[in-house]
C-alpha cells in the first residue's frame, strides 16, 4: 500500500503539490487514486475511513510562454482521499482548505453522484482555500457503458458553465486517469506563477479562469 | 475540528493517516528551510555592500559600473534598483526581474508560500493559518494523550521457553455481538492510545462506582500500575449486557478469597504503586531479591470468554514452591500474571496472599479485556512472588505464555495446565537496565521486501521468493519522558546498530538535533541486505547519544532494545506497511563513550 513511498521519502523535488479528491461515496475515488498512483485497479469496495492520502512523484514540464519547453521539475503530489460518506463530511471539508487543486468526481453510472456535484461545488467554495480553486470533473466508470446514466454531454455542459475541464475516466482501464491529474497539477503550476506575479490580486479575481458560481450556473451561461 | 464523532477505531486510523503526513511535512520543512538558507546566500552575494563606495551608476547585483548612454542598465520591477544586462532573469527584454528578485519568487513558489497568502485572504482571522489541519488535529491529540497518558511501562524481559500446547492458530469462528466487539474495540484502542481524553476516563470511573456496589469483583483488589489501566480493568467487569454476564462460580472465587490478605497485599501493591514502573524496575531497585534455587510449578487455565470479550486466566494453584524467606522459613506466595501487547501494552493482575504455605490455592479468575484479534500479538507472563515482611518482595519463579499458537475454543470446559516455574533469564538487560528505564523513543518500521510476487502462469501460482534481501527502514520519530538531565544536553543524536545472527552489525546514525527538549529526528536508518528470515532473530539497538562539539567523545544517554520475537513478526509479516513501536529507553545501558 505504502511501498512507492520507500524511494521518495527524501526532500529531493522541486514543489509539494496537494491535490485532493472528492465526491460521493462510491463513485471510485480511492481506485482512482490507486490507479493513478501504482497503476493497479482494486474492484474491492473498501470504504475509505475519514481520510487517506497517497504520493507520487513526478516530472513536471513547465511550457514558456512563448511556446517552448521550459525546465523540467521534480513534483510530488500528495493526493488526499476523502470518505465520501456524510458521516465524515465535517472532517473531510475540513481537509479542502489544504488542498491546491481538486478532483470533483462523480460515478457515470450514477446520476445521483452527477447531481450532486454541485452541493460538492458549493462545499468547494466554502471550504476551498479560495472562492474558485482550481477543479477538474471527473466521470469516472467510463468501462461501464451498459450502465451509463450520464451523459458526456450532459457533464461537459456543467463543467462548462463552472468553466473547469472535464474528463471521463475508468479507474478500471486506467483510461484518462492520468490525463485528468496532470492537467489539474497544470492549473496550479500556472495558478502559483499567477500568484506571485500579481503582487495584489483582486481576492476575488485570482486570475483563474475558474468561476465557481453555485447559484444558478444557468444564468451565468447567459451573460456571454 | 475534532474527531469526537468517531469511533475509536477510526480515530486511530485517522490519525494513522496524520502521523504519515506530519512524516511528509517534516520532509517538507527541511526541504524550504534549505530553499530559505539558500536565498540568503544569494541575496548576500547581491546586495551593494554599503563598506564599499559605489555610485549610482552601478549594477545593484554585481556592482559592475554602468555606462551613460551604453549598457546602462534598467530599474527592475521588483526591487527598483538599476540592474546590468548580466543580472537579470527573464524571459523577454521587457519582462525580467533581477537575479534577487527572481530567487524571491521562485521561493515563493517552490515553498507554497503562496499558497499560504492565498489562504490567508480567504481566512484571515485564522493567524495560525499555515498549520495545516492535520497539523493542528494531531497535535491536539498528542496534547490530550500527554496530559491522559501515564507512560507505558517497559514489557517484561521475555526468553524462557515458550509453551504451546496446540501448535496451530485456528481460525475464530465464533462471531461476536456486534455491540460487544464495538465496545471492546473502543476500549482496547483506548488502552493503545493510553486514553485520548480526561472525559473517557472520567466516564469510565463512572461506569466504575457504579459497577462497585454491584459485584464484589476481584480484580478490586487486583491493582494495576496505572490507573487507566485500572480503569479500563474494571470497565471489563461492567456487564454491559447484564444478561449476558456469568455470575457464579466467579464471584464465590473472589469472595472466599477475600479474607484477611486483603490488607497486606493491598499494602503491599501500594508499594509498588509509588515506586511507579513494572513490578520488575520496582523490584530490582529495591526490594527484590530472587529465590537461589526456583522450583515448583503454577496451574493456570486459559481461556478466552467472548461473551465479555476477555481474556480468562484461571490462577488455580501452585506446588512445591520455594521458601521465600528461608531464614524463618515462611511464604506468602501470589500470583501476578501480566498480558503483553505488542511489546509495549502491558496489562497485570494479580492474585491475593496466600500466608505460610508453600502450596498455595488460589483459585482466582483474573479478566483481561481484550480484542480477541489481539490474542494472536500476545503473550502472557505469570510470575511468582513471595510477599515478604517490610514490603519485601522475593521472585519465586515465572512462566512465559506465548497466545499466538493458543487454540480457544468456546463452550468447553478448559482443562487446566500445570507449568514448571523457571528462574528470571539471566540477562543484563533484564532487571538492571530496566531499572533505570526512562522515557521512550517512538520509532517507526517498514520491511521493505524487494522479493516481488512471482506469477506462474502454467500452474497459475504465486510464487515469492523467500530467500531475496530486504531493507529494514526505522524511523525514530522522536522521543518522549526523557529525563531531565538529558533534556539539559540537548545536541542527542541516533545511533542504531541492528545486530544479524552471525557477526553482522548494520550501523547507521542520525544526524544531530541541536537544542531541541523533546527531540524528533525523523530520520531514516536504513540497514539493507536483511533476509526476511533473519529478521525474526536479529536485535535492533537504538542508542541515544549527547553530542558534545568541542571533546572527542560523545555522551551516551540511553538505549533502546527491540528484540522481542513477536515484535519482529508484526514487522515482517505485514511488509512495505510502517508499524509504530514505542521502545523504553535505558539509561546508561553500558555506560559507554566513544
Redesign the interface.
Known sequence: MFSAVSTMTDGDYDYLIKLLALGDSGVGKTTFLYRYTDNKFNPKFITTVGIDFREKRVVYTASAPNGTTGKTFKVHLQLWDTAGQERFRSLTTAFFRDAMGFLLMFDLTSQQSFLNVRNWMSQLQANAYCENPDIVLVGNKADLPDQREVQEKQAKELADKYGIPYFETSAATGSEVDKAVITLLDLVMKRMEQCVDKPSPDPANGGGATKLEDAAPDQKKCAC | ?D?S??QAL?RE??LE?LQ??K??RN??E??IR?LKIELQEIRRKGAKNFSLQYSERTCARCQRPLGKFWNSGAVCQGCSHRICNRCRVG??NLDWKCTVCHAY?EV???S?D??L???A???PHDTDSHE???EKLLKSYQRLSQIAVVPPTPPPYYGSPTFNRYGEVKSMKKPFTKSMEDLMFSITSHVRKFSKSQEDLRLKQELLTVDKSRRPSIVQKSFSDTNINTSVINLSNVPSLPNLFKKGKNDDHSCSSSGGDEELSQSSENSELKRGGSFRSSGADSGFHEVSSVTGELELTVDFNDTTSCLEITVKCCRNLSCGDTKRKKCHPYVKVSLVLETTRCIKLRTPVKRNTTDPIYNEVLQFPLDRSLLTQSRLQATVWHSGTLKKKVFLGEVVIRLDGWMFEDGTAHSSCWYSLSPKPECPEGGAIESSSSGELLVRM?F?SLSQPTWDCHTDEVHIRLHDVG?L?VVVVGAKNLPAKSNTSQNTYIKGYLVLPGPRELVQKSPVLKRKPGPEWSH?LVFSKVKPSELHICTLNLELWDHTPFTRSDRLLGGAIMEAESSWRLVSQAP???HDFTLPVQTNAHGRRT
Open positions: 475540528m474527531l464523532l468517531l477510526e486510523k485517522v493517516v504519515r503526513d512524516l511528509l520532509t517538507e527541511d526541504r534549505k524571459v523577454s519568487r515563493k513558489i517552490k507554497g503562496w499558497f497568502e492565498e489562504k485572504k480567504k481566512y495545516t489541519i492535520g517498514k521493505s531493507q527502514t531514516q512495505n506497511i510502517w
